[in-house]
């Protein structure tokens, strides 16, 4: 494969792996023992050429949240509803890479899902057996979007295979996107505005390396194309009028709020970026080109894009679930979930932003998302659905088990991009992931946690 780049710190590494059983059961391939590192049984080995993985955990401990009473009912309450039925290959899943292509290779590394030696990346024969979930918001905050994408892509040709969840940020982009295209009103007049400010960096990159001289050219005047992204004055008026036929009054004034305190970040936020209107446009109307179009150069990333993914008693999703996706996963699966996000997305109205479809990448339990009640929990338990691995919620000390509204969920995203490492006062480049074994093993590998997380769901019950 071609390279994608070197460690960010050479950090060394410590010899030849012991405890590879499952591994190698899994066809692990040691072309080079002298540089897998060290590892107890169920860790990966980790093939790392370059040195840069010595802050990951070597050895095991139990889970210490399997001990909460909430999380233990939750477990007993699996084993009444018939057990636990477990993928029929491992799933590695990795979440929120959020635009840092070196937490998502240095986490793919931490796995055993690629060896990387002198910046060249190569699969592994367990990485060609796994299904990787890449857990959504693989979009802004980190260093480089179109390099982390351009990894990703590096990855799928070499045979893995992933899937894509939908983030909310991911969503955001393709909302800003289509917020400039056909016909404008009041209900999507703001939305640039509304979800455009944390896709800036996006935007600049995109206009650094695809955007033309003749692109610019043929946009008008730098306040036409002003007037084309900002709401008008009189847009919230107009705005609680229109919404009203799709979302609540109590979301309309939120809406019209959060609309505001943007706008005065936005004119700060775009001149740090460097970026005149007429720039803005031509990189938006340059994302749908190479994001939407047939053919486009990114393509490929949203047509893959799914809301939610099944493999046995688990379901992968970036955010949540609530009563309406539990009845739809329950009576119609997973395939139909997708096919209505899909249609959904790419109309992307406030009721669809607002509803029970964007709410599988947006909620968090709060007052304000679409609720999750004992009816919907008992129709995922009673389909064998019984613990959600999401994203979404970043967490300092790795992977985190806990009961949400009375189902076991698996919070995966550990903090992997450097610029929420920073706000959170984490150093360096995040590295993990949650590996889920045919066996009912389940792991939660962290570079901030000093051992590796394991817990056996149905050993646990019965204990």
């Known amino acids: 494969m071609a390279a994608l780049g070197g460690c960010v710190e050479n950090q060394g590494t410590e010899g030849q792996s012991e405890g590879l059983t499952l591994y190698v059961a899994w066809g692990w391939g040691l072309d080079n023992p002298q540089s897998i590192i060290r590892t107890e049984p169920l860790l990966p080995p980790i093939f790392d050429g370059d040195g840069c993985m010595a802050d990951l955990p070597r050895a095991l401990e139990p889970w210490s949240e399997t001990f909460d009473q909430p999380v233990a009912d939750c477990l007993a309450r699996a084993r009444r509803y018939g057990g636990w039925l477990w993928p029929n290959r491992p799933v590695v899943f990795i979440s929120d ?21 002198g910046g060249q990346i190569t699969l592994t024969p367990f990485g060609r057996a796994a299904q990787i979930i890449l857990g959504g918001d693989t979009l802004d905050k ?8 351009d990894a990703i892509a590096e990855v799928l040709d070499s045979g893995a295979e992933v899937t894509i969840l939908a983030g909310n940020h991911d969503l955001r982009m393709l909302m800003a996107i289509g917020s400039v295209r056909g016909e404008r009103h009041s209900l999507n007049e703001h939305l640039f505005v509304r979800m455009g400010r944390k896709i800036l960096p996006a935007l600049r990159e995109v206009l650094d390396r695809f955007v033309t001289l003749e692109d610019l050219a043929a946009l008008p005047s730098e306040d036409v194309c002003k007037t084309r992204l900002m709401p008008a004055k009189d847009w919230a008026d107009r705005f609680a009028v229109a919404a ?8 309309i004034t939120k809406e019209i709020r959060k609309l505001y305190e943007k706008l005065t970040k936005f004119e700060t936020d775009r001149a740090r970026h460097n970026m005149t209107y007429r720039e803005l446009l031509a990189a938006l109307l340059k994302c749908h080109d190479i994001f939407l ?25 970036h955010a949540g679930l609530c009563d309406h996706m539990a009845t739809a996963l329950a009576r119609d699966g997973v395939n139909a979930v997708n096919a209505a996000y899909r249609d959904a997305a790419n109309r992307a109205t406030l009721g669809f932003y607002f509803g029970p479809l964007a709410n599988l990448v947006r909620t968090k339990y709060r007052k304000s998302d679409c609720t999750l009640t004992e009816e919907g929990v008992d129709l ?8 959600v691995v999401q994203g979404h919620v970043n967490n300092n000390a790795g992977q985190r088990l806990l009961a949400k509204r009375g189902l076991l969920h698996l919070e995966g995203d550990i903090t992997l991009d450097r610029a929420s490492r920073a706000l959170e006062g984490l150093e360096g480049v995040g590295a993990g992931a949650t590996l889920i074994f045919p066996s009912g093993d389940v792991i939660g590998l962290s570079c901030d946690h000093p051992r590796a997380k394991h817990f056996a769901p149905e050993r646990m019950v019965a204990q």
């Open 380 to 387: 995922l338990q009673r389909a064998g659905l019984h613990m």
């Open 142 to 149: 980190g260093p480089s979007n179109l390099v982390l994408l």
């Open 244 to 251: 009203r036929a799709e979302v609540r009054a109590p979301v």
């Open 97 to 117: 890479p959020h635009a840092d292509a070196e937490g998502f290779l240095r986490s793919l590394i931490a796995a055993g899902v690629i060896g990387r030696n």
């Open 293 to 317: 179009a047939p053919g486009g150069h990114y393509a490929w990333f949203y047509d893959r894009m799914q809301a939610v993914a099944r493999s046995g008693s688990l379901v992968f999703v």
